[in-house]
Every structure is written in C-alpha cells, then in structure tokens.
C-alpha cells in the first residue's frame, strides 16, 4: 500500500478517535438541484446522456474557473500519481481540447465517455468496473461506485493528483479524486475531493482535511451518445 493510503487510514482512525483535527469546504451545495437519485441495479448514478463540455456553475462560489470535462480528463491522463497511465506505462487517448460535448454511454461493467469535438470527432475513453482479483495489471482505467453524502457516485481510480510531502517527524500524504453523479435536473454532477492527512508521534500534531469542489455539466441530450 503505497503511504499516500495509509496516512488516510490513519486520519480516520485518529479522527473517530477524537485524535485529529478535521478541516475544509461544506459539502454539495443546497442551491442546486438535488443529486438524490435512484441508482441502477449495480449501485452506480445513471449517467447515460450527452453533457457540455463546458461547467455552467461551481462551488465554492470562489473556486477558480471551472474546468472542463476534457480538462479534467486530461490531467487524469497526465497526472504522475500511482494510480495514474503513467505509473504503468500506458497512457491514454489524446483528448481534443476543443471539445463541445460528452457522450456517456454506461453498463454494469463499464462506462464509456466519448468527447466530440466542432468537427464532430469522437475520442472515446473506456473504463472498467473493479472487481476483486490477483491477476489485475493495471488499475488507471478502473471505477468504482459509492455513495457520497447518502447519494450514488462513480469514482475513478486514476487521479488528477496526488502528493506525498516530506515531514521531518512522521509521515503525510493525500490525493485528489474524481467522482460523477446526476443531477434531478439532469445535469452531470462532477466531485473533485481533495483528501489530505498529516500523522506525527505526537498525537496533537495529527491533522485530516478534505476539500470538496463541484461543478455542474448541463444535460444536452438525454439517450446517450450523440449519433454520428
């Protein structure tokens, strides 16, 4: 397990143990519309439909410009991080930077998001569900799905970033990870959590913060992909 996963661990021990400080953003904003949502028979949000590339809306109100989806995707692609293409020497797809929309097509074992560019090509991006096994060689392009604050969300496992700081008397770590859920209003709800956790021997130096940044993806066609 690299460090990053176990100072989490440990953050949460510490924390339910009263141990830790916690800290960061609030949680999905109550101003937009609902992410309260059935999920599919396999635990995962619906996503299936066609969506902006571009985010219509962010929170924290402050955040900086929003990016979008093709950014977002691309620094997954890029990202030095352990669960990340290059850790394993892969990589992925170019994506267009120019992409005017993004195609969603879902079942229970996989997920494919295509990005459609002014020209209409298409620059499609499979993942996998993660299932337990020994004989797995690559985990940057898997998912999983959980709930985030009692709703459905889809997690990927590659990260746009993740970072390991040097502390002169324990050990620190964090990373940053990617989650989609839906809207009521249909919109693709985009989660960014920043996890970050800091663990020294004395128990008072010990530290948990974890920030939330959303941003909302109008819907642009609801029956999945968008035809040729």
């Known amino acids: 397990m690299r460090v990053e996963l176990v100072a989490f661990s440990l953050g949460i021990v510490l924390t339910q143990l009263g141990c830790a400080t916690s800290s960061g953003n609030p949680p999905y904003p109550i101003e937009w519309a609902s992410i309260k949502s ?76 295509t990005f459609v560019d002014s020209s209409n090509n298409r620059t499609p991006l499979n993942f996998r569900r993660f299932r337990f096994g020994l004989s797995e060689d690559r985990v940057d392009d898997l998912f999983g799905c959980r709930t985030i604050y009692g709703e459905p969300s889809l997690r990927f496992f590659a990260e746009p970033q993740s970072y390991r700081p040097l502390l002169l008397l324990g050990v620190g770590g964090g990373g940053t990870f990617v989650a989609l859920l839906k809207a009521v209003d249909g919109s693709l709800i985009v989660n960014l959590r920043s996890d970050y956790v800091a663990a020294t021997p004395i128990i008072l130096g010990s530290g948990y913060r974890a920030d939330n940044l959303w941003y909302q993806y109008p819907l642009f066609a609801h029956d999945g992909p968008v035809k040729p």
């Open 38 to 113: 059935s999920p599919t028979q396999d635990g995962c949000p619906n996503l299936v439909g066609t969506y902006s590339n571009h985010a219509s809306a962010a929170f924290p109100p402050e955040a900086v410009t929003p990016p979008s989806l093709a950014e977002i995707f691309t620094s997954m692609a890029r990202s030095r991080s352990p669960t990340g293409p290059a850790a394993g020497e892969r990589s992925w797809p170019a994506i267009p930077p120019d992409a005017s929309l993004v195609s969603i097509d879902q079942t229970p074992e996989k997920i494919t998001l």
